[in-house]
């Protein structure tokens, strides 16, 4: 009787995911419709640069774009719909030539990696409601516009919501085969492979790789049977070595330097007590010619020393701003038709995205219950899922504040990334809850 319960409960899963799936290729127009944005240019140029080659790595755009973009063979192709929200010409999506190849990897793509995070999550709870609640809830989140929408943008962001969704599938599915005693090797270098190709999607994801590695060789030395898997070893040196590549390309390709420059030119440069600072460590006058070399090789470690130095400054500018970062959830390059079918997808979209940081300090007390339930219990249940979340809080938190002081325009953008992902902890925080509630009640 239990295992025809488990069985159908697993029909229900597939049933609700393949229902969610057809939803999301059929509402949201033609999967190959696109539009470009300033930056799409950009990605572009990039994609010139000779496949594998240490200029791909070193380009304006990132690896993985820049692999996107050569593979599609946009390089002799001509935009025909661009959109340019800073002067209002925002349009309607478009077909265009060549770059439909690329707008419909990324519907495909975001439609695989938010069903594999739904798959996954789902096959790691316990009762039969939550995994049905799972297989339901993570795709709605994926598939509302605030993520969706972006698959038709031709840029970066697609991409990085997609890969990471299908990342943390495969983080998941590996921290939960470690904590029952086993280590998949073929899981672990996807999980790798997937990891590394999404954090050379944007700079600030390299430092969620940071994150991981720094949270998972904490483990590995604390827990004597995780040291003697040589095969996690390898692993977490592979994390390393792609985060320290990641690091060295975006300071080899020079990218930080037009957003740093805005952020001088905008918040420390008309301040005189800022610039009083910062030639204290050596600045000269900002219009000697001198100024270039040294904005070149020290702006960012002197800004850095700025911003400790100054922890006042540091913590008020970003709580000031922190409202704002929620305040947007959907993407402000094209227009769409307001059928009914699209209202009722942008009312989901507010409740699943909502529009306050009140978000953040939830999921904060959402991870202290589970670390109280975890260390209370010691269920490795609780403990695999608060590593999880864990990662996924500091992540974002981290993101966030690089976005926000790595640029002083564009921010709500920059920090897009990191706030989907708060809003994302919420409701997988909340799922992970449930299921240990009702597991206790049973």
């Keep these: ?46 994609g010139a640069a000779p496949l594998f080659s240490k200029d791909m790595l070193t380009r304006p755009r990132l690896f993985t774009t820049n692999l996107l973009y050569h593979l599609a063979g946009v390089q002799a192709c001509e935009l025909e719909v661009v959109s340019y929200p800073a002067i209002q010409t925002e349009t309607h999506r478009g077909i265009q030539p060549c770059f439909d190849r690329i707008a419909f990897f990324q519907n495909v793509l975001a439609v695989i990696g938010w069903a594999a995070l739904a798959w996954t999550v789902s096959k790691r709870l316990n009762g039969g409601y939550e995994k049905l609640l799972a297989a339901i809830l993570i795709p709605a989140f994926g598939f509302t516009p605030a993520i969706a929408d972006w698959d038709s943008v031709l840029g970066s962001e697609s991409l990085t919501f997609s890969l990471f969704a299908l990342s943390l599938a495969l983080v998941i599915e590996v921290c939960f085969e470690i ?193 109280f339930a975890a260390f209370r219990k010691k269920s490795h249940p609780y403990a695999g899922w608060l590593w999880l979340l864990l990662w996924l809080t500091l992540s974002a938190s981290l993101t966030m504040g690089v976005g926000f002081f790595a640029d002083s325009i564009g921010v709500t953008r920059h920090t897009m990334f990191a706030v989907e992902t708060f809003r994302l ?16 009640e049973r």
């Design 179 to 371: 904590a029952a005693g086993k280590f998949s090797a073929v899981f672990s270098a996807l999980a790798v492979i997937v990891l590394s190709l999404w954090a050379f999607t944007r700079d600030a994801n390299i430092y969620t790789l940071a994150v991981l590695f720094g949270m998972s060789a904490f483990a590995f030395a604390a827990a004597p049977s995780l040291r003697r898997n040589k095969k996690m070893a390898a692993s977490l040196a592979a994390i390393f070595i792609v985060t320290l590549v990641g690091l060295q390309s975006a300071m080899l390709s020079r990218r930080w330097e037009v957003p740093l420059g805005n952020v001088f030119n905008d918040l420390l440069l008309p301040h005189p007590a800022r610039v009083e600072y910062l030639q204290g460590l050596g600045m000269p006058n900002p219009d000697s010619a001198t100024y270039p070399e040294w904005f070149s090789e020290k702006a960012p470690r002197a800004y850095a020393r700025f911003l400790l130095a100054h922890p006042g400054y540091t913590i008020s500018a970003f709580t000031s701003e922190l409202g704002g970062f929620f305040s947007e959830n959907t993407q402000p390059y094209f227009y769409t038709d307001e059928t009914s079918a699209r209202l009722r997808l942008n009312a989901l979209n507010d409740i699943l995205h909502p529009k306050t940081h009140l978000i953040f300090v939830l999921d904060i007390l959402l991870m202290a219950g589970l670390f």
């Design 1 to 46: 009787m239990k295992f025809l319960k488990q069985r159908a409960i697993h029909f229900l899963v597939l049933v609700a995911l393949a229902g969610m799936i057809f939803l999301r290729l059929t509402l949201y127009g033609d999967l190959n419709l696109s539009v470009g944005n300033g930056d799409t240019g950009t990605y572009i140029d990039s």
């Design 425 to 440: 902890t919420f409701w997988l925080s909340l799922l992970v809850l449930l299921d240990q509630t009702n597991r206790e």
